[in-house]
């Protein structure tokens, strides 16, 4: 799996967006860019994927870059909720195991 | 759907006992489930892999005596930590494939297991 780098940690406002960032310089053409959440005592939650193109879900946006080399997890209206620690993950389709990095620690403010 | 079930959520042991931990696939067949630890203010480690019908395969460092897995059926998973011991707390967590060959392939993770060996 490619090596991913994230910011250790964010802030933001709440009701604002939160654009979490992930660098991936080393991605492979057949690797997805995933990302998840871990809220503290929990195990992680999938938010969304995508391979080149930008995808919406109800959850988030992903926006990845034309190079594929990094790609932007947005919140667009993020709640008190949403803090939680942030994982973007490269990993092949039909790979096994994923390999999780520090992620960002995302704190939502009143 | 692809929901993970994973029991016990919470568990403390005496020191030299040993602690089984489920990990289920509720809603589809999980061929293969992974099995991660997480010690406190760090990020998920992988321990093993766990296929179903055959041995588990151990992360280098990862005692496969000590972390006993079977996968016994499509649904089912069980992580058992033997002569479990205070460095063994912290927290399991399991995933298993969803929709494998979907457009939609991602990986569900159970809840947790928090182990505190006293």
């Known amino acids: 799996d490619a090596k991913t780098t994230q910011p250790p940690s964010m802030d933001c406002a709440e009701g604002r967006a939160a654009n979490l960032p992930c660098n991936h310089s080393t991605i492979s053409g057949n690797e997805y860019v995933y990302w998840y959440r871990q809220i503290h005592s929990q195990g992680p939650q999938y938010i969304i994927h995508?391979?080149?193109n930008n995808e919406t879900n109800e959850m988030a946006s992903l926006i990845i870059t034309e190079d594929r080399k990094s790609s932007t997890l947005i919140l667009p209206h993020a709640t008190l909720r949403d803090t939680a620690v942030y994982y973007c993950?490269?990993?092949?389709?039909?790979?096994?195991?994923?390999?999780f990095g520090d992620g960002t620690t995302l704190t939502v403010k009143p | 759907g692809a929901v993970v079930s994973q029991h016990p959520s919470r568990v403390i042991c005496k020191s030299g006992t040993s602690v089984k931990i489920e990990c289920r696939s509720l809603d589809f067949q999980a061929t293969t489930m992974f099995w991660y630890r997480q010690f406190p203010k760090q990020s998920l480690m992988l321990m093993a892999t766990s296929n179903e019908g055959s041995k588990a395969t151990y992360e280098q460092g990862v005692e496969k005596d000590k972390f006993l897995i079977n996968h016994a059926s499509l649904t089912l998973s069980t992580l058992t930590v033997t002569s479990a011991h205070p460095e063994d707390s912290s927290f399991y967590i399991c995933?298993?494939?969803?929709?494998?060959?979907?457009?939609?392939?991602?990986?569900?993770f159970g809840s947790g297991t928090r182990l505190t060996v006293v």
């Open positions: 993950i490269v990993r092949a389709y039909n790979a096994g195991k994923s390999t």
């Open positions: 995508g391979l080149k």
């Open positions: 995933s298993a494939n969803r929709d494998r060959g979907s457009a939609n392939y991602g990986y569900t």
